[in-house]
């Protein structure tokens, strides 16, 4: 059962950017085939997903990130990343990493803060 460990968020100015980062633990093999996906839970909102990454790395954005939002993935390190530019308010929230269609089991998250 892969298990996720997120990190790389912070508090950011409007416009900003970040890199996060989620290492995943597990098989290397099962983590190659797995469709991954960074979600966010603002404050007081329901989670949504953001971004995807197929094994074949196609990817997907939510049309509320798209052009400002990367996902990327490297198999050999079990890792998947976020690339986030230009960083807006809308953006601050809880960050998390899971397989899509998520498991039940999810990290601690990486918190993004956006403020002036």
């Known amino acids: 059962q892969m298990q996720y460990v997120e990190s790389g968020g912070g508090l950011v100015q409007p416009g900003g950017s970040l890199r996060l980062s989620c290492e995943v633990s597990g098989n290397v093999l099962m983590f190659g085939l797995s469709p991954m996906a960074w979600y966010r839970q603002g404050s007081g909102q329901v989670r949504e997903l953001v971004a995807s990454i197929n094994s074949d790395l196609t990817t997907k954005y939510a049309e509320s990130v798209k052009g400002r939002f990367t996902i990327s993935r490297d198999n050999a390190m079990k890792t998947v990343y976020l690339q986030i530019n230009n960083l807006q308010p809308k953006d601050a929230a809880l960050y998390f990493c899971?397989?899509?269609?998520?498991?039940?089991?999810w990290g601690q998250g990486t918190q993004v803060r956006v403020s002036a």
């Open positions: 899971n397989r899509t269609p998520p498991s039940l089991n």
